[in-house]
C-alpha cells in the first residue's frame, strides 16, 4: 500500500513531490517536458547540451556561432517552460565537461532557473558562476560517497558553503552517460549503501543534512518506495518521461522506446571517456564493433573530446541529434535499464497521477 509522498525542498524551492525528471540531450528535454512535470508538481529539467544546435541562432557553416545559439536557445526554452509553468520547479542541467558550461551556468541562473544540475564530471567550480544569485539551489551530480565527499569539502573549503542537493547515480541502471562502478565488487554493494555511505558523512563530518536524489532504473511507484525506504529524499526519472506527449524528442525516438525490451539495452563507448547505457540499433552497432565513422565534428563543444583529439568514437552532438530529430537508425538513443516500463506514451499528467497515487 502506497503512503503519500512528501514534497522535495531544494534550497528555497520546493516540489509538490519528490521526483525530478532528468535532463536528456540533444532536445529530449526541453521546454515543453520540463514545464510540464513542473506544472504537475514534480522538478522539470531543461538539457543544455547542444540546446542551440536546431536554433536560428546556429549558423552550421560558423562553428563558434554554436555557443553564442546554446546560450540565447537557453533563454528562450526557460521562457516558454516558464510560460507553461508559471509557480512550478524548473531547473538546468549542465555537462561539466562542455565548453561553454561557465557561461551557461551564468546564463541559467541570470533567467530565472530555480536550480542547476550539473553532471558529466564533478563541479568543483560551480559556485563560482551563480554568486550573484544566492537563490539558484546548486544540485551537483555525484557516482559515489568518494566524488561526493570531495566535491563537499572543495567547496566548503574554496566558497564556505554546500551544495543544496546531492544527485547519487545508480551505475548499474543508470541511462546515458555513467561512471564505472568501482565498488560494484565490494561486500554489500548497493546504492542503499551508497546513500547511508553520503547520509552519515554529511551529518557527522558536516553537520548539515541536505537532499539526497537517486538516479538510475528508476520507472515505478514501487521502485519509488524503495528508494525513499532506503533513505533517499527524492528520485530522478528520465527514460518513463520519453514517452510522453510533451517529450520534446521526435515521435519516433519516443516509439523506439516504446518498442523496447531490456534485452535491447547495451553499454556504448563515447567521445567523452565514460560508457554510456543506450537502445541497439545499426548505429550502436557499428560503434560497439569500433567501426569507423565519417561524420565530422559538428561544434567543437567539449573539453576533451576522443572523436575531435583522437578520431575515435564518434561526434557525439551529432549522433545525439541524429536520433532525437527521428533518425534512429543512425543516431544514439540513450535509455535506462528499466526501458521496458514504457507501456504507451501519455500526457506527463497521466504519468505523474500515477506515479504518485495514494493506494
Request: glycine share 8%; charged share 20%; aromatic share 6%.
Amino acid at each position: 500500500m502506497h503512503s503519500s509522498l512528501h514534497p522535495l525542498q531544494i534550497g528555497k524551492h520546493i516540489a509538490r513531490y519528490p521526483i525530478m525528471q532528468a535532463a536528456m540531450a540533444v532536445r529530449v528535454s526541453g521546454a515543453k517536458l520540463a514545464g510540464a512535470v513542473a506544472n504537475a508538481g514534480g522538478v522539470g529539467m531543461i538539457a543544455t547540451l547542444g540546446i542551440g544546435l536546431d536554433s536560428p541562432y546556429f549558423n552550421p557553416r560558423q562553428k563558434s556561432s554554436f555557443f553564442t545559439a546554446n546560450r540565447l536557445a537557453l533563454i528562450d526554452e526557460l521562457a516558454k517552460a516558464r510560460s507553461i509553468s508559471p509557480d512550478g520547479v524548473i531547473g538546468v542541467n549542465i555537462l561539466v565537461g562542455t565548453k561553454d558550461y561557465p557561461e551557461l551556468a551564468k546564463t541559467a541562473a541570470a533567467e530565472g532557473a530555480n536550480l542547476i544540475v550539473t553532471g558529466g564530471a564533478v563541479a568543483l567550480n560551480l559556485p563560482e558562476y551563480t554568486a550573484d544569485y544566492p537563490d539558484v539551489a546548486l544540485v551537483p551530480t555525484v557516482a559515489n560517497a568518494d566524488s561526493a565527499q570531495y566535491l563537499c569539502q572543495t567547496w566548503k573549503n574554496r566558497y564556505n558553503r554546500l551544495p543544496d542537493a546531492l544527485i547519487l547515480e545508480n551505475c548499474q541502471k543508470v541511462g546515458g552517460h555513467f561512471t564505472q562502478c568501482e565498488q560494484i565488487n565490494v561486500p554489500g554493494f548497493s546504492i542503499g549503501w551508497v546513500i547511508s555511505q553520503v547520509r552519515e558523512y554529511l551529518t557527522e563530518t558536516m553537520g548539515v543534512r541536505i537532499p539526497l536524489i537517486v538516479t538510475g532504473g528508476i520507472s515505478d511507484r514501487a521502485d519509488i518506495d524503495q528508494i525513499l525506504a532506503m533513505g533517499a529524499d527524492g528520485v530522478q526519472m528520465g527514460t518513463r518521461f520519453i514517452t510522453t506527449i510533451e517529450c520534446d524528442a521526435h515521435q519516433n525516438y519516443k516509439e523506439r522506446h516504446l518498442q523496447a525490451n531490456p534485452e535491447d539495452i547495451v553499454t556504448v563507448p563515447s567521445p567523452v571517456g565514460k560508457p554510456s547505457r543506450a537502445l541497439r540499433n545499426p548505429f550502436a552497432e557499428q560503434i560497439m564493433a569500433d567501426s569507423a565513422q565519417q561524420r565530422r565534428c559538428i561544434a567543437n563543444c567539449l573539453e576533451i573530446c576522443l572523436f575531435r583529439d583522437k578520431g575515435k568514437t564518434y561526434c557525439l552532438l551529432n549522433a545525439l541529434a541524429q536520433a532525437a530529430c527521428g533518425d534512429i537508425e543512425n543516431g544514439l538513443i540513450f535509455s535506462g535499464a528499466n526501458v521496458s516500463q514504457n507501456q504507451r506514451i501519455m500526457s506527463v499528467s497521466e504519468l505523474m497521477a500515477d506515479l504518485t497515487a495514494k493506494v
